[in-house]
């Protein structure tokens, strides 16, 4: 396709980019990108900028690919309405790999606010869908991330088929984050076959990735095998350096799982290595989490702690507080290990150990109250919530803390009030994930869009069209699977007898002070 005033030999090598990309030759297709932008102009050299943005997304250089889509756009009409939305989704993407999820949000906010003035109803509006998806996939705001992936999922079945695998995979990675895990694997099969059908190599090469992170997360570690390899292979050879990083990370949980810790450290530590090339912020300290557990089970106690603290920070510094959450919760669980292992547990790592359980157990706790449906909280409370809380109370009963367990008890035993709306996009909790190989790790399926079609290159995820029954049947799970329950309100405080104090006050106000969330509603009633 010819870009205004760009002549025949630069849509040649456009065409050229393009086609090395669809091949895996992502270093290839970037440098016919950026040779095309250092010696043309005006909107061909706007194209080409904005695909070899994409392809530094692509082989890890998040930073380098901001830079070249922001230039991209202080060059570009103000009214390029096709052009300008797309290079605002792959900007967001870059921005997500950074951890800039604001910054991310933005742009799309963006993008949908023109394809919507202009009634862009084509791929584009998919791929902005999906990428807001993947913004609160993130966030891990579930009921908003199930809302934005079945929307996208319609309008992919709709306006472009041969992108219906990524809602088909976002929805369960979803799925499988609040517990619906053989949903999830069907989903993830179908977007597979959706790919396959379609003759996009990357994109099956990432649901390969996704569908064995979810067999490690499962204890399938067989089933995990086959896929990961060749996805990895397939990574490493193309020189995707940020998800060969993911895969490494999913080969150390596979050989941690075994028992392997050096060879899980040995991953783990190559799986860091890509992500700081790349910049990639979350995806650095997930894998110090995972890094420091190897520590505290081989005994490197201070440097488990000092990557602990450090993961902890690159959270906080992007306002996820329920990952800080989770790490704690996490962390508590090292510590139990530490206690149990000595004769005598140290009073101060037994104090600290009470604070950080108790504190995250009541912020992972409050997620169910903010699930969509009555099934997902009970399947919530029963796989995550009720673990945490168990290990609070295992604490408590260990320090001989009497009043702190009576108000551990009030406050399981209270019941659950009817609200009359559900709570707003941007306060849903996130949810922590079970113990032990679940924790912070890559979010399963959740893949963002790929570059969107520039003028002059037809990125697209294949030229197939998907047929047959997997989108129709995707739209049928969905729409059964989001379907919404009666919403209900946080947990009240409660006023205990016979002094009337707030049950777990200062834990509830610890919690909300280091996660950056309400964890009980501003209600008081009695015990």
């Not at 951890?99 to 949000?105: I, M, R, S, W």
């Not at 669980?333 to 359980?357: G, I, K, N, Y």
């Not at 016979?498 to 009980?520: F, K, M, N, S, W």
């Amino acid at each position: 396709m010819a870009e205004d005033g760009a002549d025949d030999d630069g849509s040649k090598l456009l065409a050229e980019g393009a086609a090395a990309y669809s091949r895996g030759e992502v270093a290839q297709a970037l440098r016919l990108f950026e040779n095309i932008a250092a010696t043309s102009t005006e909107g061909l050299r706007v194209s080409a900028l904005v695909n070899a943005a994409s392809m530094r997304d692509e082989i890890g250089d998040h930073a380098g690919a901001v830079l070249l889509f922001r230039e991209a756009l202080e060059e570009m009409p103000a009214d390029a309405i096709e052009k300008r939305p797309a290079a605002l989704v792959n900007l967001s993407q870059a921005l997500q790999h950074v951890g800039d999820l604001d910054g991310a949000q933005q742009a799309l906010e963006q993008a949908r606010t023109m394809l919507t003035e202009h009634n862009n109803e084509t791929h584009l509006r998919v791929a902005c869908l999906l990428s807001l998806t993947a913004v609160a996939f993130h966030r891990q705001n579930w009921a908003y991330a199930i809302e934005l992936a079945t929307e996208s999922l319609d309008a992919a079945v709709r306006f472009a088929p041969y992108l219906a695998g990524h809602p088909l995979s976002t929805l369960g990675g979803i799925y499988f984050e609040t517990g619906r895990r053989e949903l999830a694997l069907d989903f993830a099969q179908q977007a597979l076959a959706a790919f396959d059908t379609a003759g996009d190599h990357n994109a099956v090469a990432e649901t390969e990735q996704n569908l064995a992170i979810m067999y490690v997360r499962l204890d399938r570690f067989d089933e995990a095998e086959q896929p990961l390899r060749s996805s990895q292979e397939y990574f490493e050879q193309a020189g995707l350096g940020y998800r060969a990083g993911v895969g490494l990370k999913t080969m150390g949980f596979l050989a941690e799982g075994r028992g392997d810790a050096d060879r899980a450290y040995e991953l783990y530590g190559r799986s860091l290595a890509y992500f700081r090339a790349s910049e990639a912020a979350l995806d650095a300290a997930d894998v110090q989490a995972r890094l420091a557990t190897v520590d505290y089970k081989t005994g490197r106690f201070d440097a488990g702690e000092a990557l602990l603290a450090a993961a902890f920070t690159a959270y906080a510094e992007r306002g996820l507080g329920l990952h800080c959450a989770q790490l704690d919760f996490w962390h508590a669980a090292l510590l139990e290990m530490v206690l149990e292992q000595s004769e005598t547990p140290d009073p101060a790592l037994l104090s600290r150990a009470v604070d950080l359980s108790i504190s995250s157990a009541l912020a992972i706790d409050a997620v169910r109250y903010t699930l969509p449906n009555g099934n997902q909280r009970e399947q919530w409370n029963r796989q995550i919530a009720d673990p945490a809380m168990r290990m609070a109370f295992r604490f408590a009963y260990l320090s001989g803390n009497g009043p702190v367990l009576v108000d551990l008890i009030e406050t399981q035993c209270a019941g659950t009030a009817l609200n009359a709306s559900p709570p707003a996009h941007g306060t849903e909790y996130a949810a922590a994930r079970q113990l032990p190989l679940e924790l912070l790790d890559p979010p399963a399926a959740a893949d963002e869009p790929p570059p969107a079609p520039q003028p002059g290159m037809p990125m697209q995820l294949g030229t197939g069209r998907q047929s047959g029954g997997a989108p129709q049947l995707g739209t049928a799970l969905a729409a059964v699977a989001a379907s919404a329950g009666l919403p209900v309100a946080p947990p009240p405080r409660l006023a205990v007898a016979p002094d009337g104090h707030i049950a777990l006050d200062a834990y509830i106000t610890a919690a909300e002070q280091r996660y950056g969330r309400p964890v009980r509603d501003s209600r008081v009633l009695p015990a």
